[in-house]
């Protein structure tokens, strides 16, 4: 596998130290930029989100999970760092819940226009009304195909309409985002930079001027974000879509201010990426000497996660195997059989 390693040098740093925003708190990290977070019901329990000065308003970065608990925050803010002064754009990073969840009731209170790239937007609402393959059962399939026993299916997998929970409502209209659009806050060009493996087209935002990158779930400080194949594309390879994509970062400067949607505010960019090549790396060389012998995505999960998982975590988990082995077999280096019964094992050559 092919290693795409920045400044070996280089060390992770968090500017703010420990420091991180408390509900209806607003940090300064940059000038005209403002860090917020909103939290999350799962074992990751928020999410960073980004106020961006824009003219005589603000423009918002992401908007939360969309329930009763987040919208409150945001009148918070609302009457606090953007007191008097209009939204006037949002834009949303990619279509998981807790990133677009409030787009729809922010749009409602601000009557700010709403961006998103297509992949994303038409996702969401593929999501929300479980339509083209995107419902649970579908996915549910595909594990139960990669090794999953019925009898351990996650009761969160099996309850329809999970999605539309934390994103009550979509925008009905939007504005669309493509890799290297320009978008101009506050005087101030924002790149869009498209990445792929975690979201069908996240879109990073770059801006150049003041040296900050918005980089989403797709580079995170300390966890991995998570990298799955889903019912409704089965044949995928997102691992080789993420890793690859993540080149797409290689040309922004050592000391550019990472903002990502987890964790805490960082610089060390090109560090981090060579890390999270090393740790897709390893994962991979664990799961080949594990397919010595004919395994399934389930029987993979001990040699990939060594933490215990709840039932969210078992969902995301078997899709993340599926991802490795995927991964394994467009190389060459294991093959797939299939049972009579439809499940799928795969094997070292």
Not at 29 to 55: K, S, T, Y
Not at 58 to 67: A, I, M, R, S, Y
Not at 201 to 208: I, N, V
Not at 251 to 261: E, G
Request: include cysteine; hydrophobic fraction near 40%.
């Amino acid at each position: 596998m092919e290693r795409h390693v920045g400044l070996h040098d280089q060390v992770v740093v968090h500017p703010h130290g420990d420091r991180v925003p408390q509900p209806g708190e607003a940090i300064p990290v940059a000038p005209g930029i403002w860090w917020i977070r909103m939290p999350l019901p799962f074992a990751l329990d928020h999410i960073n989100l980004w106020i961006l000065e824009d003219g005589d308003g603000f423009t918002l970065v992401d908007t939360g999970f969309g329930v009763d608990a987040t919208f409150e925050l945001w009148e918070k803010h609302f009457a606090g760092v953007m007191a008097g002064r209009p939204v006037k754009n949002i834009v949303v990073t990619h279509y998981h819940p807790d990133h677009v969840g409030s787009a729809s009731w922010l749009v409602e209170r601000t009557g700010a226009p709403f961006w998103m790239t297509a992949a994303e937007y038409l996702s969401a609402h593929a999501a929300r009304d479980d339509f083209g393959g995107f419902d649970r059962e579908n996915t549910l399939e595909l594990y139960i195909a990669n090794g999953l026993p019925r009898e351990v299916v996650p009761d969160a997998t099996r309850k329809g309409k999970g999605y539309s929970r934390g994103v009550p409502g979509m925008p009905n209209r939007y504005r669309r985002m493509m890799h290297g659009d320009k978008l101009s806050i506050g005087g101030h060009d924002w790149e869009v930079i498209t990445v792929f493996g975690h979201a069908p087209e996240h879109a990073a935002l770059w801006c150049a001027s003041k040296n900050v990158l918005i980089s989403g779930d797709q580079v995170l400080p300390r966890i991995t974000t998570n990298v799955a194949v889903w019912g409704n594309q089965p044949e995928s390879n997102p691992l080789d879509l993420f890793l690859t994509s993540l080149g797409r970062f290689s040309h922004l400067p050592p000391d550019t201010l990472v903002l990502p949607s987890h964790d805490r505010v960082f610089v060390g960019l090109h560090k981090r990426i060579a890390e999270l090549h090393e740790h897709h790396e390893r994962r991979l060389e664990r799961l080949l000497e594990g397919c010595a012998t004919p395994i399934t995505a389930f029987d993979a999960l001990p040699l990939l996660f060594k933490r215990k998982m709840d039932e969210h975590q078992i969902a995301f988990a078997m899709g993340e195997a599926i991802a490795h082995l995927h991964y394994l077999e467009r190389q060459g280096k294991v093959a797939r059989q299939t049972d009579s019964q439809g499940v799928r094992r795969f094997a070292r050559h």
